[in-house]
Protein backbone atom coordinates (compact mmCIF):
# COMPACT_ATOMS: atom_id res chain seq x y z
CA UNK A 1 0.00 0.00 0.00
CA UNK A 2 1.44 3.52 -1.02
CA UNK A 3 2.31 5.42 2.22
CA UNK A 4 -0.52 8.64 1.38
CA UNK A 5 -3.12 5.66 1.41
CA UNK A 6 -1.64 3.66 4.88
CA UNK A 7 -1.26 7.06 6.78
CA UNK A 8 -5.07 7.74 6.11
CA UNK A 9 -5.68 4.36 7.25
CA UNK A 10 -3.61 4.57 9.97
CA UNK A 11 -5.05 7.99 11.53
CA UNK A 12 -8.47 6.43 10.85
CA UNK A 13 -8.11 3.52 13.08
CA UNK A 14 -6.13 5.97 15.64
CA UNK A 15 -10.02 8.56 15.42
CA UNK A 16 -11.91 4.95 15.33
CA UNK A 17 -10.60 3.63 18.70
CA UNK A 18 -10.72 6.96 20.21
CA UNK A 19 -14.44 7.77 19.41
CA UNK A 20 -15.24 4.19 20.34
CA UNK A 21 -13.61 4.64 23.96
CA UNK A 22 -15.34 7.77 24.08
CA UNK A 23 -18.25 6.39 22.93
CA UNK A 24 -18.27 3.05 25.52
CA UNK A 25 -16.95 5.03 28.07
CA UNK A 26 -19.93 7.75 28.36
CA UNK A 27 -22.50 5.22 28.04
CA UNK A 28 -21.35 3.30 30.86
CA UNK A 29 -21.23 6.70 32.91
CA UNK A 30 -24.78 7.70 31.44
CA UNK A 31 -26.16 4.41 32.30
CA UNK A 32 -25.24 4.45 36.04
CA UNK A 33 -24.54 8.24 37.03
CA UNK A 34 -25.86 11.22 37.40
CA UNK A 35 -23.50 13.77 34.61
CA UNK A 36 -22.58 17.24 35.35
CA UNK A 37 -19.55 18.71 33.80
CA UNK A 38 -18.28 20.87 36.48
CA UNK A 39 -18.30 17.60 39.03
CA UNK A 40 -16.20 15.52 36.59
CA UNK A 41 -13.97 18.65 35.76
CA UNK A 42 -12.92 19.14 39.60
CA UNK A 43 -12.74 15.36 40.17
CA UNK A 44 -10.43 14.46 37.00
CA UNK A 45 -7.90 17.07 38.07
CA UNK A 46 -7.97 16.91 41.81
CA UNK A 47 -4.85 14.65 43.47
CA UNK A 48 -6.53 10.66 43.85
CA UNK A 49 -5.09 10.71 47.25
CA UNK A 50 -7.61 9.65 49.83
CA UNK A 51 -10.05 8.45 46.86
CA UNK A 52 -11.34 4.97 46.84
CA UNK A 53 -11.12 3.37 43.44
CA UNK A 54 -13.94 1.40 43.29
CA UNK A 55 -15.43 3.61 40.51
CA UNK A 56 -12.85 3.29 38.21
CA UNK A 57 -11.90 -0.35 38.35
CA UNK A 58 -16.06 -0.77 37.67
CA UNK A 59 -15.70 1.50 34.89
CA UNK A 60 -12.78 -0.33 33.59
CA UNK A 61 -14.21 -3.67 33.99
CA UNK A 62 -17.50 -2.58 31.95
CA UNK A 63 -15.92 -0.77 28.97
CA UNK A 64 -12.70 -2.96 28.46
CA UNK A 65 -14.11 -5.85 26.35
CA UNK A 66 -16.54 -3.63 24.43
CA UNK A 67 -13.75 -1.40 23.39
CA UNK A 68 -11.44 -3.85 22.71
CA UNK A 69 -13.78 -5.75 20.72
CA UNK A 70 -15.32 -2.88 18.39
CA UNK A 71 -12.07 -1.37 18.16
CA UNK A 72 -10.58 -4.96 17.23
CA UNK A 73 -13.36 -5.35 14.62
CA UNK A 74 -12.57 -1.70 12.44
CA UNK A 75 -8.86 -2.40 12.89
CA UNK A 76 -9.51 -5.81 11.36
CA UNK A 77 -11.62 -4.44 8.77
CA UNK A 78 -9.07 -1.86 7.62
CA UNK A 79 -6.32 -4.63 7.80
CA UNK A 80 -8.01 -7.00 5.35
CA UNK A 81 -9.49 -3.59 3.03
CA UNK A 82 -5.83 -2.85 2.77
CA UNK A 83 -4.59 -6.50 1.43
CA UNK A 84 -3.35 -6.41 -2.16
CA UNK A 85 -5.45 -9.01 -3.26
CA UNK A 86 -8.51 -6.62 -2.64
CA UNK A 87 -6.93 -3.44 -3.80
CA UNK A 88 -5.96 -5.20 -6.99
CA UNK A 89 -9.16 -6.55 -7.39
CA UNK A 90 -10.80 -3.04 -7.03
CA UNK A 91 -8.15 -1.48 -9.33
CA UNK A 92 -8.92 -4.29 -11.95
CA UNK A 93 -12.63 -4.22 -11.74
CA UNK A 94 -12.68 -0.59 -12.51
CA UNK A 95 -10.07 -0.72 -14.96
CA UNK A 96 -12.22 -3.03 -16.71
CA UNK A 97 -15.30 -0.80 -16.88
CA UNK A 98 -13.14 1.85 -18.10
CA UNK A 99 -12.79 3.81 -15.12
CA UNK A 100 -9.64 4.81 -12.95
CA UNK A 101 -9.58 4.43 -9.35
CA UNK A 102 -6.55 4.76 -6.57
CA UNK A 103 -7.42 1.49 -5.04
CA UNK A 104 -5.22 2.87 -1.86
CA UNK A 105 -6.54 6.39 -1.72
CA UNK A 106 -10.06 5.17 -1.88
CA UNK A 107 -9.77 2.48 1.36
CA UNK A 108 -7.65 4.89 2.93
CA UNK A 109 -9.71 7.64 2.87
CA UNK A 110 -13.08 4.99 4.03
CA UNK A 111 -11.45 4.30 6.48
CA UNK A 112 -10.62 7.51 7.74
CA UNK A 113 -13.90 9.21 7.28
CA UNK A 114 -15.42 6.12 9.11
CA UNK A 115 -12.68 6.97 11.96
CA UNK A 116 -13.04 11.25 11.87
CA UNK A 117 -16.96 10.12 11.77
CA UNK A 118 -17.00 8.00 15.07
CA UNK A 119 -14.66 10.38 16.84
CA UNK A 120 -17.44 13.10 15.88
CA UNK A 121 -19.89 10.76 17.07
CA UNK A 122 -18.03 10.49 20.51
CA UNK A 123 -17.30 13.69 21.07
CA UNK A 124 -21.03 15.22 20.79
CA UNK A 125 -22.43 12.86 22.74
CA UNK A 126 -19.93 13.47 25.82
CA UNK A 127 -21.42 17.11 25.28
CA UNK A 128 -24.89 15.72 25.78
CA UNK A 129 -23.66 13.21 28.63
CA UNK A 130 -21.97 15.92 29.81
CA UNK A 131 -23.70 18.73 29.07
CA UNK A 132 -19.88 20.67 28.55
CA UNK A 133 -21.61 23.11 26.06
CA UNK A 134 -24.02 24.41 28.50
CA UNK A 135 -21.12 24.76 31.03
CA UNK A 136 -19.02 26.84 28.62
CA UNK A 137 -22.18 28.93 27.32
CA UNK A 138 -23.26 30.09 30.66
CA UNK A 139 -19.34 30.98 32.10
CA UNK A 140 -19.61 33.49 28.96
CA UNK A 141 -22.46 35.10 30.60
CA UNK A 142 -21.95 37.49 33.73
CA UNK A 143 -24.04 37.16 36.70
CA UNK A 144 -25.76 39.63 39.21
CA UNK A 145 -26.91 37.65 41.40
CA UNK A 146 -23.95 38.41 44.30
CA UNK A 147 -24.62 41.87 43.54
CA UNK A 148 -28.17 41.61 44.07
CA UNK A 149 -28.23 38.94 47.14
CA UNK A 150 -25.30 38.64 48.88
CA UNK A 151 -25.10 38.95 51.96
CA UNK A 152 -21.80 39.09 53.28
CA UNK A 153 -21.17 37.57 57.06
CA UNK A 154 -18.80 40.42 57.64
CA UNK A 155 -21.64 43.16 56.93
CA UNK A 156 -24.06 41.49 58.66
CA UNK A 157 -24.69 41.49 62.91
CA UNK A 158 -24.57 37.76 64.09
CA UNK A 159 -25.95 37.57 67.81
CA UNK A 160 -25.96 34.57 70.47
CA UNK A 161 -29.75 34.91 72.28
CA UNK A 162 -28.45 33.21 74.89
CA UNK A 163 -26.08 30.50 76.04
CA UNK A 164 -24.19 29.80 73.42
CA UNK A 165 -24.71 26.55 72.10
CA UNK A 166 -22.86 23.19 70.84
CA UNK A 167 -23.54 22.28 67.41
CA UNK A 168 -22.75 18.90 66.03
CA UNK A 169 -22.84 18.31 62.05
CA UNK A 170 -23.58 14.95 60.62
CA UNK A 171 -23.16 14.90 56.96
CA UNK A 172 -24.54 11.35 56.12
CA UNK A 173 -22.62 10.25 52.42
CA UNK A 174 -25.41 10.99 49.90
CA UNK A 175 -28.51 10.22 52.56
CA UNK A 176 -31.54 10.94 50.61
CA UNK A 177 -35.36 11.40 51.55
CA UNK A 178 -35.84 9.28 48.36
CA UNK A 179 -35.25 6.44 50.79
CA UNK A 180 -38.28 6.93 52.30
CA UNK A 181 -41.56 5.33 51.98
CA UNK A 182 -44.03 7.44 49.25
CA UNK A 183 -46.60 7.64 52.54
CA UNK A 184 -43.86 9.56 54.22
CA UNK A 185 -42.67 11.96 51.09
CA UNK A 186 -39.93 9.66 49.74
CA UNK A 187 -39.95 7.67 46.60
CA UNK A 188 -40.12 3.86 47.80
CA UNK A 189 -42.29 1.12 48.09
CA UNK A 190 -41.31 0.66 51.97
CA UNK A 191 -39.18 2.95 53.98
CA UNK A 192 -35.24 1.97 54.33
CA UNK A 193 -34.35 5.09 56.65
CA UNK A 194 -37.38 5.03 59.71
CA UNK A 195 -35.16 6.43 61.87
CA UNK A 196 -34.50 9.81 59.89
CA UNK A 197 -37.89 9.71 58.64
CA UNK A 198 -39.02 9.55 62.45
CA UNK A 199 -36.38 11.74 63.52
CA UNK A 200 -37.67 14.42 60.80
CA UNK A 201 -41.54 14.36 62.07
CA UNK A 202 -40.51 14.69 65.56
CA UNK A 203 -38.06 17.44 65.18
CA UNK A 204 -37.27 20.67 62.63
CA UNK A 205 -37.20 19.53 58.64
CA UNK A 206 -38.46 21.84 56.18
CA UNK A 207 -40.78 20.52 53.37
CA UNK A 208 -42.13 21.48 50.41
CA UNK A 209 -45.48 19.41 50.23
CA UNK A 210 -46.02 18.55 54.06
CA UNK A 211 -43.90 15.36 54.02
CA UNK A 212 -40.33 14.47 54.51
CA UNK A 213 -38.37 16.77 52.52
CA UNK A 214 -34.82 18.07 51.92
CA UNK A 215 -32.84 20.59 49.84
CA UNK A 216 -31.91 20.84 45.97
CA UNK A 217 -28.29 20.46 45.13
CA UNK A 218 -27.28 23.71 43.27
CA UNK A 219 -24.45 23.74 40.56
CA UNK A 220 -21.36 23.65 42.44
CA UNK A 221 -22.77 21.59 45.36
CA UNK A 222 -23.59 17.86 43.73
CA UNK A 223 -20.22 16.35 45.23
CA UNK A 224 -19.00 16.12 48.62
CA UNK A 225 -16.20 18.68 48.83
CA UNK A 226 -18.33 21.06 46.99
CA UNK A 227 -21.54 20.04 49.09
CA UNK A 228 -19.19 20.61 52.51
CA UNK A 229 -18.40 24.07 51.18
CA UNK A 230 -22.01 25.18 49.97
CA UNK A 231 -23.87 24.23 52.96
CA UNK A 232 -21.14 26.32 55.33
CA UNK A 233 -20.86 29.17 53.10
CA UNK A 234 -23.98 29.93 51.36
CA UNK A 235 -22.29 30.17 47.57
CA UNK A 236 -21.55 27.13 45.51
CA UNK A 237 -18.58 25.71 45.03
CA UNK A 238 -15.88 27.59 41.76
CA UNK A 239 -13.09 25.69 40.83
CA UNK A 240 -10.94 29.18 41.92
CA UNK A 241 -10.85 28.53 45.82
CA UNK A 242 -8.47 25.63 45.71
CA UNK A 243 -5.61 27.94 44.15
CA UNK A 244 -6.63 31.25 46.29
CA UNK A 245 -3.90 33.03 47.96
CA UNK A 246 -3.78 32.42 51.61
CA UNK A 247 -5.70 29.15 52.20
CA UNK A 248 -9.09 27.37 50.72
CA UNK A 249 -11.39 30.50 49.46
CA UNK A 250 -9.48 32.43 51.97
CA UNK A 251 -11.69 35.58 50.98
CA UNK A 252 -15.29 33.93 51.94
CA UNK A 253 -16.30 34.24 55.23
CA UNK A 254 -18.09 30.79 55.97
CA UNK A 255 -19.81 29.12 59.33
CA UNK A 256 -16.71 28.00 60.98
CA UNK A 257 -15.10 31.65 60.58
CA UNK A 258 -18.21 32.95 62.57
CA UNK A 259 -17.75 30.61 65.46
CA UNK A 260 -14.13 31.00 65.49
CA UNK A 261 -15.01 34.64 65.99
CA UNK A 262 -17.42 33.49 68.82
CA UNK A 263 -14.40 31.19 70.80
CA UNK A 264 -15.67 27.97 69.57
CA UNK A 265 -13.33 25.16 69.56
CA UNK A 266 -13.96 22.86 66.27
CA UNK A 267 -13.10 19.71 64.57
CA UNK A 268 -13.82 17.55 61.61
CA UNK A 269 -13.39 13.90 61.47
CA UNK A 270 -13.85 11.94 58.52
CA UNK A 271 -13.19 8.22 57.84
CA UNK A 272 -10.89 8.75 54.60
CA UNK A 273 -7.76 10.78 54.08
CA UNK A 274 -9.32 14.40 54.88
CA UNK A 275 -6.76 15.78 52.25
CA UNK A 276 -9.23 14.17 49.56
CA UNK A 277 -10.97 17.44 47.26
CA UNK A 278 -9.48 20.08 49.59
CA UNK A 279 -10.96 18.97 52.80
CA UNK A 280 -8.86 19.32 55.04
CA UNK A 281 -7.34 22.50 53.36
CA UNK A 282 -10.90 24.20 53.66
CA UNK A 283 -11.22 23.51 57.30
CA UNK A 284 -8.05 24.52 57.71
CA UNK A 285 -8.42 27.81 56.41
CA UNK A 286 -11.85 28.58 58.15
CA UNK A 287 -11.58 28.25 61.69
CA UNK A 288 -8.55 26.23 61.35
CA UNK A 289 -10.23 23.03 62.58
CA UNK A 290 -8.91 19.93 64.40
CA UNK A 291 -9.01 17.14 62.02
CA UNK A 292 -9.07 13.78 62.58
CA UNK A 293 -9.73 11.02 59.53
CA UNK A 294 -7.83 7.38 58.71
CA UNK A 295 -4.21 8.97 59.51
CA UNK A 296 -5.76 10.01 62.77
CA UNK A 297 -7.45 6.88 63.31
CA UNK A 298 -4.40 4.65 62.89
CA UNK A 299 -2.15 6.93 64.49
CA UNK A 300 -4.62 6.85 68.09
CA UNK A 301 -4.90 3.37 67.66
CA UNK A 302 -8.50 3.21 66.57
CA UNK A 303 -7.26 0.49 64.06
CA UNK A 304 -4.30 -0.90 62.41
CA UNK A 305 -1.29 0.94 60.81
CA UNK A 306 -2.34 -0.28 57.56
CA UNK A 307 -5.89 -0.61 58.08
CA UNK A 308 -7.90 0.49 54.67
CA UNK A 309 -11.31 -0.90 53.95
CA UNK A 310 -13.33 1.33 51.12
CA UNK A 311 -12.83 4.83 51.57
CA UNK A 312 -10.71 4.36 54.64
CA UNK A 313 -12.40 2.81 57.97
CA UNK A 314 -15.85 1.83 57.80
CA UNK A 315 -18.74 4.37 59.53
CA UNK A 316 -18.83 1.85 62.60
CA UNK A 317 -16.19 2.58 63.96
CA UNK A 318 -15.81 6.23 62.59
CA UNK A 319 -18.88 6.72 64.86
CA UNK A 320 -17.01 5.17 68.11
CA UNK A 321 -13.74 7.49 67.08
CA UNK A 322 -16.03 10.65 66.85
CA UNK A 323 -17.98 9.81 70.00
CA UNK A 324 -14.53 9.91 72.00
CA UNK A 325 -13.77 13.05 70.13
CA UNK A 326 -16.59 14.76 71.26
CA UNK A 327 -16.07 14.11 74.45
CA UNK A 328 -12.93 15.18 75.02
CA UNK A 329 -14.31 18.26 73.28
CA UNK A 330 -17.61 18.46 75.46
CA UNK A 331 -15.10 18.60 78.99
CA UNK A 332 -13.44 21.92 77.66
CA UNK A 333 -14.64 25.25 78.83
CA UNK A 334 -15.71 26.22 75.35
CA UNK A 335 -18.49 25.57 73.10
CA UNK A 336 -17.64 23.53 70.72
CA UNK A 337 -18.30 22.55 66.88
CA UNK A 338 -18.51 18.93 65.70
CA UNK A 339 -18.48 18.13 61.92
CA UNK A 340 -18.29 14.46 60.47
CA UNK A 341 -18.39 12.78 57.21
CA UNK A 342 -19.84 9.36 56.73
CA UNK A 343 -18.70 7.42 53.87
CA UNK A 344 -20.23 3.60 53.68
CA UNK A 345 -23.29 4.93 52.00
CA UNK A 346 -21.34 6.49 48.68
CA UNK A 347 -21.33 5.34 45.24
CA UNK A 348 -21.38 2.85 44.04
CA UNK A 349 -23.43 0.31 45.93
CA UNK A 350 -21.78 1.33 49.47
CA UNK A 351 -19.89 -0.20 51.51
CA UNK A 352 -21.43 -3.79 53.22
CA UNK A 353 -20.08 -3.84 56.34
CA UNK A 354 -20.37 -6.01 59.54
CA UNK A 355 -23.41 -4.27 61.10
CA UNK A 356 -25.48 -4.52 57.94
CA UNK A 357 -27.10 -7.65 56.90
CA UNK A 358 -28.28 -9.38 53.81
CA UNK A 359 -32.09 -8.47 54.04
CA UNK A 360 -32.20 -7.13 50.49
CA UNK A 361 -31.56 -8.51 47.36
CA UNK A 362 -30.17 -4.86 46.60
CA UNK A 363 -26.89 -4.86 48.79
CA UNK A 364 -27.65 -0.84 48.56
CA UNK A 365 -30.66 -1.23 50.43
CA UNK A 366 -28.76 -3.09 53.12
CA UNK A 367 -26.07 -0.08 53.20
CA UNK A 368 -28.73 2.60 53.63
CA UNK A 369 -31.01 0.94 56.39
CA UNK A 370 -27.87 0.05 57.90
CA UNK A 371 -26.90 4.01 57.83
CA UNK A 372 -30.11 5.27 59.07
CA UNK A 373 -29.46 2.52 62.44
CA UNK A 374 -26.05 3.86 63.39
CA UNK A 375 -27.36 7.12 62.86
CA UNK A 376 -30.23 6.28 65.37
CA UNK A 377 -27.48 4.41 67.59
CA UNK A 378 -25.15 7.82 67.75
CA UNK A 379 -28.13 10.26 68.14
CA UNK A 380 -29.57 8.28 71.27
CA UNK A 381 -25.64 8.15 71.84
CA UNK A 382 -25.89 12.12 71.93
CA UNK A 383 -29.38 12.41 73.86
CA UNK A 384 -27.66 10.65 76.52
CA UNK A 385 -24.84 12.90 76.95
CA UNK A 386 -24.63 15.88 79.54
CA UNK A 387 -23.91 18.12 76.34
CA UNK A 388 -26.43 17.14 74.70
CA UNK A 389 -28.73 20.04 76.35
CA UNK A 390 -26.73 23.04 75.22
CA UNK A 391 -26.39 21.50 72.03
CA UNK A 392 -27.82 21.68 68.19
CA UNK A 393 -27.62 18.93 65.79
CA UNK A 394 -27.70 19.01 61.72
CA UNK A 395 -28.09 15.89 60.33
CA UNK A 396 -27.60 16.00 56.40
CA UNK A 397 -26.65 14.34 53.38
CA UNK A 398 -24.03 15.82 51.38
CA UNK A 399 -25.68 15.99 48.38
CA UNK A 400 -28.20 13.76 46.57
CA UNK A 401 -26.75 10.05 45.29
CA UNK A 402 -25.20 10.39 42.17
CA UNK A 403 -25.56 6.83 40.85
CA UNK A 404 -28.81 5.56 39.55
CA UNK A 405 -28.62 2.24 41.26
CA UNK A 406 -31.06 2.48 43.99
CA UNK A 407 -33.68 3.84 43.32
CA UNK A 408 -34.00 4.42 39.60
CA UNK A 409 -35.41 6.36 36.64
CA UNK A 410 -35.19 9.82 38.59
CA UNK A 411 -34.24 13.03 37.97
CA UNK A 412 -31.53 14.32 39.80
CA UNK A 413 -33.88 17.11 40.21
CA UNK A 414 -36.48 14.87 42.40
CA UNK A 415 -33.32 13.33 44.78
CA UNK A 416 -33.94 15.81 47.48
CA UNK A 417 -31.00 15.33 50.26
CA UNK A 418 -31.89 14.80 53.50
CA UNK A 419 -31.69 17.53 56.09
CA UNK A 420 -33.49 17.69 59.99
CA UNK A 421 -32.42 20.36 63.29
CA UNK A 422 -32.23 18.15 66.08
CA UNK A 423 -33.03 19.72 69.33
CA UNK A 424 -32.86 23.49 67.46
CA UNK A 425 -33.59 26.68 69.39
CA UNK A 426 -35.92 27.90 67.22
CA UNK A 427 -39.20 25.82 66.30
CA UNK A 428 -40.82 25.56 62.93
CA UNK A 429 -44.35 25.34 61.77
CA UNK A 430 -44.73 22.23 59.71
CA UNK A 431 -47.21 23.59 57.88
CA UNK A 432 -44.68 26.33 56.36
CA UNK A 433 -43.66 25.26 53.14
CA UNK A 434 -40.27 25.56 51.80
CA UNK A 435 -38.70 25.25 48.96
CA UNK A 436 -34.55 25.31 49.41
CA UNK A 437 -31.37 24.70 48.57
CA UNK A 438 -27.74 24.22 50.18
CA UNK A 439 -27.23 27.62 50.63
CA UNK A 440 -29.85 28.03 52.78
CA UNK A 441 -28.37 25.49 55.59
CA UNK A 442 -25.61 27.96 56.50
CA UNK A 443 -27.70 30.60 58.44
CA UNK A 444 -30.48 27.95 59.11
CA UNK A 445 -27.72 26.19 61.80
CA UNK A 446 -26.77 29.90 63.14
CA UNK A 447 -30.58 30.12 63.81
CA UNK A 448 -30.78 26.86 65.11
CA UNK A 449 -27.80 27.65 67.61
CA UNK A 450 -29.33 30.64 68.62
CA UNK A 451 -28.09 33.00 66.73
CA UNK A 452 -30.06 36.20 65.83
CA UNK A 453 -29.20 36.90 62.02
CA UNK A 454 -29.22 40.75 60.66
CA UNK A 455 -31.62 40.28 57.79
CA UNK A 456 -31.95 36.36 58.28
CA UNK A 457 -29.75 36.22 55.04
CA UNK A 458 -26.46 35.19 55.09
CA UNK A 459 -24.00 34.52 51.71
CA UNK A 460 -26.51 33.77 49.00
CA UNK A 461 -28.46 31.92 51.60
CA UNK A 462 -32.08 32.28 53.45
CA UNK A 463 -32.77 31.58 57.29
CA UNK A 464 -35.55 28.93 57.04
CA UNK A 465 -37.04 29.63 60.22
CA UNK A 466 -37.42 33.71 58.94
CA UNK A 467 -40.51 34.42 56.81
CA UNK A 468 -38.24 35.52 53.98
CA UNK A 469 -37.90 33.49 50.86
CA UNK A 470 -35.26 31.89 49.68
CA UNK A 471 -33.67 32.47 45.97
CA UNK A 472 -34.92 29.21 44.96
CA UNK A 473 -38.60 30.54 45.87
CA UNK A 474 -38.14 33.73 44.32
CA UNK A 475 -35.97 32.78 41.47
CA UNK A 476 -37.47 29.53 40.60
CA UNK A 477 -34.63 26.93 41.18
CA UNK A 478 -33.75 26.51 37.50
CA UNK A 479 -33.01 30.61 37.11
CA UNK A 480 -31.39 30.58 40.47
CA UNK A 481 -28.71 26.88 39.46
CA UNK A 482 -28.09 29.10 35.79
CA UNK A 483 -27.22 32.21 37.71
CA UNK A 484 -24.78 30.21 40.13
CA UNK A 485 -23.02 28.71 36.84
CA UNK A 486 -22.49 32.03 35.22
CA UNK A 487 -19.30 34.03 34.97
CA UNK A 488 -18.66 36.43 38.63
CA UNK A 489 -16.45 37.59 40.65
CA UNK A 490 -16.41 34.81 42.99
CA UNK A 491 -16.01 32.43 40.09
CA UNK A 492 -12.78 34.23 38.43
Avoid at 38 to 51: D, K, W
Avoid at 263 to 278: E, H, L, N, R
Avoid at 283 to 294: E, R, V
Avoid at 340 to 365: I, R, W
Wanted: aromatic residues 14%; glycine residues 8%.
Amino acid sequence: MKKTGFKKLLTGCIFAVLGILILVVCGWYSENFYSEFEEVFITATSPLQGTDTTAIKNGFKACFVPVICFSAVFIAAAVLCSRAKILNKLNSYFHSNGKSLNAQKFIGNIFLAAGITLFTAGIFYADSVFNATDYIALKLQPTGIYDEHYADPDSVAITATGEKRNLIYLYIESMETTYSSTDKGGKMDENYIPFLTGLAEEETNFSENGMLGGFHNTYGSSWTSGALFSSTAGIPYYTRFKQADGGFAADVTSLYDVLDREGYSQYFICGSDAYFGGRSDYYKTHGNLTIYDLNTARSDGYVDGDYRVWWGIEDAKLYDMAKDKILAAAEKDEPFSFTMLTVDTHFPKGYHCQLCGDVYENDSANVIKCADRQAEDFINWCKEQDFYKDTAIVIAGDHARMDKIFPVEMTSYERTAYLTFVNSAVKQDRSVMRCYTQLDIFPTTLAAMGYSIEGDRLGLGTNLFSDKATLAESMGFEKLNDEMGKRSSFAY
